[in-house]
């Protein structure tokens, strides 16, 4: 008498449980009942312009991300573009930085400029440009200070002249991302008055204070020179809070809205994507990223692997598409898995024993 036979699970001869076994044994069949899969036009790529000319400089703590000047763009978005990818979010770094933030309002800015020089080369390329003035600021706050606090009112009205600025130099969406109250309503009758009421939103409407965002600020030079940003910024302890905030952003206006970061906060994305039927973006944040880069160079972890399993998870919890710094990485991954007759996430059937 068998096991299965003596604990009843046999009779007549015949299996009585479940064999989901089944459904697993090759590629094929993986593939065949796959619920989640990843295309390349899933990925946002942020891509970080600097001032100057021929510059490509490597990001010390984001392997493989670069600041580039915009003469070095072209390049960059064709590369993109090949990827499969159709859309990136862009973070400008001035030359000089003022307490007015006055250089993300400069027609002739760098954010300005490399939207117009996209545009011109690349106008299939979809272009976010990031709303803030963290980046602008010689104190690396994220708008207007009142004292050493960031006032909410003067902030909203310098970031509504932003994103009209942006959207004057050929931006397809603008991006807040400063947490300011009332700024996607400001934004919107702004861009409405300025003759761009078709131009959309894409609000970070639940930013959370993190930990993860380190390797950014090294990026865009944003660090703050005393303080921290918890004011606006969401508390990473609060979940239904998220779902607050998303509403009253898409009650002001916003056509598409951001949880930020991404795998720290999948479940944020599900409440989101549960709650509200607006597009969902996830932005998979520098941490989640350097973390990854870091210990797959000291050979702990597969890189792609981890990376692909990651950005299946966030898509996974509900997002509609992926903000990530592993965007062409990616794209060039699921395209080999193509190239060798397997369905693009099979990759992740290929774990160690």
Same mark, same amino acid.
Request: net charge negative; glycine share 8%; aromatic share 6%.
């Given at each position: 008498?068998?096991?299965?036979?003596?604990?009843?699970?046999?009779?007549?001869?015949?299996?009585?449980?479940?064999?989901?076994?089944?459904?697993?044994?090759?590629?094929?069949?993986?593939?065949?009942?796959?619920?989640?899969?990843?295309?390349?036009? !899933?990925?946002?790529?942020?891509?970080?312009?600097?001032?100057?000319?021929?510059?490509?400089?490597?990001?010390?703590?984001?392997?493989?991300?670069?600041?580039? *000047?915009?003469?070095? &763009?072209?390049?960059?978005?064709?590369?993109?573009?090949?990827?499969?990818?159709?859309?990136? &979010?862009?973070?400008?770094?001035?030359?000089?930085?003022?307490?007015?933030?006055?250089?993300?309002?400069?027609?002739?800015?760098? %954010?300005?400029?490399?939207?117009?020089? %996209?545009?011109?080369?690349?106008?299939?390329?979809?272009? %976010?440009?990031?709303?803030?003035?963290?980046?602008?600021?010689?104190?690396?706050?994220?708008?207007? &200070?009142?004292?050493?606090?960031?006032?909410? !009112?003067?902030?909203?009205?310098?970031?509504?002249?932003?994103?009209?600025?942006?959207?004057?130099?050929?931006?397809? %969406?603008?991006?807040?991302?400063?947490?300011?109250?009332?700024?996607?309503?400001?934004?919107?009758?702004?861009?409405?008055?300025?003759?761009?009421?078709?131009?959309?939103?894409?609000?970070?409407?639940?930013?959370?204070?993190?930990?993860?965002?380190?390797?950014?600020?090294?990026?865009?030079?944003?660090?703050?020179?005393?303080?921290?940003?918890?004011?606006?910024?969401?508390?990473?302890?609060?979940?239904?809070?998220?779902?607050?905030?998303?509403?009253? !952003?898409?009650?002001?206006?916003?056509?598409?809205?951001?949880?930020?970061?991404?795998?720290?906060?999948?479940?944020?994305?599900?409440?989101?994507?549960?709650?509200?039927?607006?597009?969902?973006?996830?932005?998979?944040? *520098?941490?989640?990223?350097?973390?990854?880069?870091?210990?797959?160079?000291?050979?702990?972890?597969?890189?792609?692997?981890?990376?692909?399993?990651?950005?299946?998870?966030?898509?996974?919890?509900?997002?509609?598409?992926?903000?990530?710094?592993?965007?062409?990485?990616?794209?060039?991954?699921?395209?080999?898995?193509?190239?060798?007759?397997?369905?693009?996430?099979?990759? &992740?059937?290929?774990?160690?024993?």
């Amino acid at each position: 008498m068998t096991w299965v036979e003596a604990n009843g699970f046999e009779r007549d001869g015949l299996p009585q449980f479940r064999r989901t076994r089944r459904m697993r044994r090759t590629p094929a069949l993986r593939g065949l009942v796959r619920e989640t899969t990843l295309q390349p036009d !899933d990925f946002i790529q942020p891509l970080f312009v600097t001032h100057g000319s021929g510059v490509r400089h490597e990001i010390e703590s984001m392997p493989g991300q670069y600041q580039l *000047s915009v003469d070095a &763009l072209p390049q960059e978005v064709a590369d993109l573009i090949g990827a499969g990818i159709n859309a990136v &979010l862009l973070f400008g770094i001035p030359e000089e930085k003022d307490r007015a933030a006055s250089g993300a309002l400069d027609p002739d800015g760098v %954010i300005q400029s490399a939207m117009r020089t %996209i545009k011109r080369e690349m106008p299939e390329m979809l272009i %976010i440009g990031d709303v803030c003035a963290c980046e602008y600021t010689d104190h690396g706050h994220c708008g207007i &200070l009142d004292g050493c606090e960031v006032d909410n !009112d003067q902030t909203v009205a310098l970031l509504a002249r932003i994103a009209v600025s942006q959207a004057d130099a050929g931006a397809d %969406i603008v991006a807040p991302s400063d947490m300011m109250d009332g700024r996607v309503l400001a934004i919107r009758n702004a861009l409405d008055a300025a003759g761009h009421g078709n131009l959309p939103i894409m609000s970070y409407a639940a930013k959370y204070a993190s930990a993860f965002y380190g390797p950014f600020r090294e990026a865009a030079a944003s660090m703050p020179a005393f303080g921290d940003r918890r004011s606006h910024q969401m508390d990473p302890a609060n979940a239904r809070e998220a779902i607050t905030e998303i509403a009253i !952003d898409l009650d002001e206006g916003a056509d598409i809205v951001i949880v930020k970061p991404a795998l720290a906060y999948l479940d944020v994305i599900r409440m989101a994507r549960d709650t509200f039927d607006a597009p969902l973006v996830a932005y998979n944040v *520098s941490g989640e990223y350097a973390m990854i880069k870091a210990a797959a160079q000291l050979g702990w972890i597969d890189e792609r692997k981890v990376a692909l399993e990651t950005l299946t998870a966030i898509k996974r919890a509900g997002a509609g598409r992926i903000i990530t710094y592993h965007a062409k990485e990616a794209a060039r991954w699921l395209r080999e898995g193509e190239a060798s007759t397997r369905r693009p996430l099979d990759v &992740l059937s290929e774990w160690d024993a």
